[in-house]
């Protein structure tokens, strides 16, 4: 069997120190390459090719949610696997929203974090235990809350940009763009892009951009 690719991304040395020895153990897994934060990954990835990546949640420069949602911008097959400190439901829910596959905690037995990738290679999700409450359906009828880079799009959307001019300032493809707003659109309840500058403004979203309309 081709070994899983592995790529770590997290900005302590140690602790990717120690997922990475603790990964070459396994026969099945070849852990090709540690970045420091979630940039290193956006721009790295493509030449690394990996199958699975583990991302850590809080980096500078970029962080882990962001950067899982740029990934998938690029390559919505991206195999993204959370691992983070943070145990709490809310953390665990966000990741999921922002597409990773999977969310364990750091300090799981070594095995988990084996079965986790195994798990998501094949194309199904991967919970911690105790987190699988966290994706419970949202029953409130309240607004499902926007990813910061739904926010980025909205703002350039409300600004009066088009598809095409918002796909060459985030550097993506216009389908991308599209499907950002046909999901930002679905969140808000909000039918037209009128709807969305209206949002826009009363929320605050235009603020200090120097926006006329």
């Known amino acids: 069997m081709t070994p899983i690719r592995v790529l770590i991304v997290d900005d302590h040395p140690m602790v990717a120190d120690g997922i990475r020895?603790?990964?070459?153990?396994?026969?099945?897994?070849d852990v090709v390459g540690t970045l420091a934060n979630g940039q290193e990954a956006?721009?790295?990835?493509?030449?690394?090719?990996?199958?699975?990546?583990?991302?850590?949640?809080?980096?500078?420069?970029?962080?882990?949610?962001?950067?899982?949602?740029?990934?998938?911008e690029r390559n919505a097959d991206?195999?993204?696997?959370?691992?983070?400190?943070?145990?709490?439901?809310e953390y665990v829910s966000t990741a999921m929203r922002h597409g990773a596959r999977g969310y364990i905690l750091k300090d799981v037995p070594t095995e988990e974090i084996y079965t986790a990738i195994l798990t998501v290679m094949k194309g199904e999700t991967y919970l911690c235990t105790g987190a699988s409450g966290a994706l419970e359906p949202n029953t409130s009828g309240g607004e499902e809350i926007?990813?910061?880079?739904?926010?980025?799009?909205l703002l350039q959307l409300a600004q009066?940009?088009?598809?095409k001019a918002v796909a060459r300032e985030l550097d993506i493809s216009v389908h991308t763009v599209e499907t950002h707003r046909k999901n930002?659109?679905?969140?808000?309840?909000i039918n037209s892009?009128?709807?969305?500058?209206?949002?826009?403004?009363?929320h605050g979203v235009l603020q200090g951009t120097g926006a006329e309309f």
């Open 21 to 29: 020895a603790i990964l070459e153990s396994y026969d099945e897994i």
């Open 42 to 72: 956006v721009d790295q990835v493509e030449m690394i090719a990996p199958d699975v990546v583990l991302m850590d949640l809080n980096m500078p420069q970029l962080g882990g949610l962001s950067a899982t949602e740029i990934l998938l």
């Open 78 to 89: 991206t195999r993204i696997l959370i691992l983070s400190m943070h145990d709490a439901p």
């Open 146 to 153: 926007l990813t910061a880079r739904e926010q980025m799009i």
């Open 160 to 163: 009066g940009k088009s598809n």
């Open 184 to 189: 930002i659109k679905r969140k808000l309840g």
């Open 193 to 202: 892009t009128a709807g969305l500058t209206r949002y826009a403004l009363e």
